[in-house]
């Protein structure tokens, strides 16, 4: 028949106790931060590149500002203020994407340092959660 052994409840008890206390500070609260930082990243990118978006669209209403400027100019005046007017406005889009591309490798670079960061930090918790183990084991 099979019987409840309090002793045995209770040290069942105060070892899952234990083992959420080590899991929850060396494995969830890292974990969880790294994931809080990584959706910081993420919504930073994104105001970023809705930004870019916006520069992109400034650009192209002051090309379209131009080209109706340009609209009572002769022939020869309008082709010539057209093509400063592409020009400037390719630069701006080149600038515009320049600063996207330099904004997008720096989260990267950040991204995969915070990467090689987690990573120390969880393989050293794991590390001491089984030289806790086994210290426990063994004594």
Do not use: Y
Not at 3 to 14: A, M
Not at 26 to 39: C, V
Request: hydrophobic share 45%; glycine share 4%; with cysteine.
């Amino acid at each position: 028949m099979l019987t409840i052994q309090p002793s045995v409840f209770i040290w069942t008890l105060i070892c899952f106790c234990l083992l959420m206390l080590i899991l929850h500070r060396l494995l969830f609260r890292p974990m969880l931060s790294f994931m809080d930082a990584r959706r910081a990243r993420i919504d930073r990118a994104a105001a970023r590149q809705e930004e870019n978006r916006r520069l992109r669209t400034e650009a192209q209403a002051a090309v379209e500002a131009r080209l109706q400027e340009n609209a009572g100019l002769t022939a020869q005046a309008e082709q010539e203020q057209l093509s400063r007017a592409g020009e400037e406005a390719a630069c701006l889009v080149e600038q515009a994407r320049q600063r996207g591309e330099q904004r997008l490798q720096e989260c990267r670079a950040g991204s995969a340092e915070e990467r090689r960061q987690f990573d120390a930090r969880l393989e050293q918790g794991l590390e001491e959660l089984a030289q806790a183990f086994v210290h426990k084991f063994v004594s």
